[in-house]
């Protein structure tokens, strides 16, 4: 699977949007790009994942460039309880090794 | 549902020692998964299932052994516990969705600490 590349933190003012880039150069035409996120020391919670077309859905919207090599996910109206780290994977839908790198780690301030 | 459940939350043990962290998830899905994180770093996959009878290793398989006898079922066996194995273990599941996608549904975490 191709490898992805997230800013280490970001901060984010409560009720704004929060923006979330992912650069996956590398990534070939039968990947998917997953988010997740992990607030403190939970287990992962799945957000949304694409292929090409921009997608959305009660929790967030992805969008994905058009050649495919960077996506960003959007918080529409970002709350506190967003504080989090940030996961973007890319991986084909028939191989279940989904790895996970470090993630951005966002904060939500009042 | 209860999802995916994980026992024992919290585990301490010596080292040498060895024990089962059980995972079991009541979604009816193909797909489990370990991961181990340690403290501030992502997730590292061990080892993962795509069906009952089926395994296979992932990025850090060493040290640990897995077997998947039912579909609800996927303990991790830990054979010989070292203070390295000290971290927090995730189990997942995930079934095939629309047009083959799969989101993964994670456990609430074992807390291990090998002394």
């Known amino acids: 699977d191709a490898k992805t590349t997230q800013p280490t933190s970001m901060d984010c003012a409560e009720g704004r949007a929060a923006n979330l880039p992912c650069n996956h150069s590398?990534?070939?035409?039968?990947?998917?790009v997953y988010w997740y996120r992990q607030i403190h020391s939970q287990g992962p919670q799945y957000i949304i994942h694409?292929?090409?077309n921009n997608e959305t859905n009660e929790m967030a919207s992805l969008i994905i460039t058009e050649d495919r090599k960077s996506s960003t996910l959007i918080l529409p109206h970002a709350t506190l309880r967003d504080t989090a780290v940030y996961y973007c994977i890319v991986r084909v839908n028939n191989n279940n090794d989904m790895r996970f790198g470090a993630g951005t780690r966002l904060t939500v301030k009042p | 549902n209860a999802g995916v459940t994980q026992t024992p939350k919290f585990q301490v043990l010596k080292t040498g020692q060895s024990m089962t962290l059980q995972c079991a998830q009541d979604m009816n899905h193909e797909y489990m998964s370990w991961y181990r994180q340690d403290p501030g770093m992502g997730l590292r996959l061990i080892h993962y299932s795509v069906g009952a009878g089926i395994t296979d290793q992932g990025e850090v398989p060493n040290g640990y052994n897995v077997s998947r006898s039912t579909t609800e079922d996927f303990p991790l066996r830990l054979l010989s516990a070292a203070p390295s194995q000290t971290s927090v273990y995730f189990c997942a599941s995930s079934y095939v969705g629309l047009a083959g996608a799969y989101e993964q549904y994670f456990g609430p975490g074992t807390r291990l600490t090998v002394t």
């Open positions: 694409g292929l090409k």
């Open positions: 590398t990534i070939s035409g039968n990947e998917y």
